[in-house]
């Protein structure tokens, strides 16, 4: 059931099973889809007919394509033949696919419409994505709708007090994930969203560093100090990451990921001599062990002040086990190991 199901992420199998219980919402998008279907074939949503009251409606359902010609077709459907959504009442049948990212697959659209269902494909009008003008000729091909033609009717659908509000967090969801647009957005938004938080983050961090360093060190801290630099926001999805640290020294890794999930993974890992020969980063493995632990996480931190509070704590137990010891340059440190 949509009551009581929070939701963060989309996909089109999250969309049919939420869809697919409330009758309110699958009557309504059923007449949605045959509003605002094109580029069917002519006459497919006469012969259909205006889409029923009583309306059922399964969701990720395995088809029925025992009329599919094709054998070698029908058994490679059998093993993937599950369509998003199964609108039926006594003799009227549709088809729904819905694609959000993914290319539609012109062999599933026409196992579906040689199975003998109406079939209608929900998703994107990217002008990048090749069309399948073979079925055009098929009676009971339907047809396209987009994502952005039915964005409004979406949110005028009224499931029902108890859901209502469910329905609109799903829509919600979609838009802030730009799955309302025509094309496939290049980034992702929560991964820019993540890396924008952690630029706010860089410099209250590295002040606490140097602040921490000064109160151990001293003015023998200064040097190392002059040298520690943030480096740029950067990352690999889904996390986003920054360093801190110097080019010849120890390095701090802090990194986010799953910021929009409600529950967003915080992680920070001390890296010392970042740079080296691989026998000075034997002598790393041996500072990790007796600093007692190389990285820390939490959950659940979403806002500047909270991850430099944390992040505070982490390095204060970094600076006093005797990370980022300031008296010995890397210079001297490599030669002592060479000798």
Known sequence: MLCGCAL???????FSRRCAPIREL?????????????????GASARLGAVPEVLECSAERLMDLSRVGDRRLFWRMVRGGRADLWFRNDDWWLVAELKINAQTDPGQIRSYLEGGHALVVVRRWDATQQRDTSVVGNRRWLGHVTWSSIVGGLYDLVPGEACETEWRGLLDVMNRDCDFDEARPRGSRELDATASLLREVQGPVLENLRMLLRERDGSAAEPLCERLRAFAVGG??????????????ARILIQLKGLFT????????????????????RDSGRELR????SERSVQGLDDTAAICDWCGQCLKELVDAGAFQADVSADQRVTRVRK
């Open 8 to 14: 963060t992420k989309f996909s089109s199998r999250e």
């Open 236 to 249: 690999y999805k889904p996390w986003a990451r920054f360093d801190i640290g110097s080019s010849e020294n």
């Open 262 to 281: 409600g529950s967003p993974k915080l992680e920070l890992r001390y890296q010392p001599d970042f740079t080296g020969p691989r026998k000075l980063r």
């Open 290 to 293: 007796a600093l007692k632990w």
């Open 26 to 42: 699958r009557v309504g998008f059923a007449q949605l889809l045959l509003r605002h279907v094109r580029d069917g074939n002519d």
